[in-house]
């Protein structure tokens, strides 16, 4: 089982529509968490942290959930420029990062 | 948030030579930087982790010699491929760490595209 896995994905949605992203970490000594967004042939960018309590940014909400060990990602009012792969990020502390394997979105017009 | 350069973002070499990647962190002191390489429609894969004024961490499978990692002053870390031959050609990525009180952020550069023919 890998560390850190996600929705395989893809998804296509209509604008405006409402996804949501789960990803699922196997270490529970994790202690911190991140949602990136990779464009074709780019590099990674941080979309959001994922804090404890939850956390909203704009269309972008992330939670948290410890005791299951996942973490999810809700886009509300899908746009087109939101069509990316996203990318769940758990970190153990220190220098130890792993990536998941990236949920690829597509919002059709 | 913070900026990480990365150059050169493309480059093609022949097959046998060397070529060098800069990483730099532009407004913070990265002890820590990572280097990633992606294949197309694939997932970053962790190569190594750079420490400032040490050695490498290398991810399993991965060649040291062949990837040469250098992480010499706080704000660069360069990784030289060896050798290079066409099947290393990928998009290299590096990230830096910043260092915050309330944990740990890490931010990528703009990538490298490797062409080896």
């Known amino acids: 089982r890998k560390e850190v896995e996600q929705d395989p994905g893809p998804f296509n949605v209509p604008e405006g529509a409402t996804v949501a992203f789960n990803c699922t970490y196997s270490?529970?000594?994790?202690?911190?968490f991140f949602w990136y967004r990779q464009d074709c042939r780019k590099e990674p960018k941080l979309l959001m942290s994922v804090y404890s309590s939850g956390n909203e940014d704009g269309r972008f909400t992330a939670q948290l959930n410890r005791a299951s060990q996942y973490i999810s990602l809700l886009i509300r009012d899908s746009k087109l420029s939101d069509s990316a792969t996203y990318l769940c990020v758990v970190g153990h502390g220190g220098q130890n990062f792993v990536f998941g394997p990236g949920t690829r979105l597509s919002v059709l017009p | 948030g913070a900026v990480v350069s990365q150059h050169p973002s493309w480059v093609i070499c022949k097959s046998g030579t060397s070529v060098k990647i800069e990483c730099r962190s532009l407004d913070f002191q990265a002890t820590t930087m990572f280097w990633y390489r992606q294949f197309p429609k694939q997932s970053l894969m962790l190569m190594a982790t750079s420490n400032e004024g040490s050695k490498a961490t290398y991810e399993q499978g991965v060649e040291k010699d062949k990837f040469l990692i250098n992480h010499a002053s706080l704000t660069l870390s360069t990784l030289t491929v060896t050798s290079a031959h066409p099947e290393d050609s990928s998009f290299y990525i590096c990230s830096a760490q910043e260092v915050w009180s309330n944990g740990n952020t890490i931010y990528f550069g703009e990538g490298s595209w490797l062409t080896v023919v």
């Open positions: 270490n529970s000594a994790s202690q911190s």
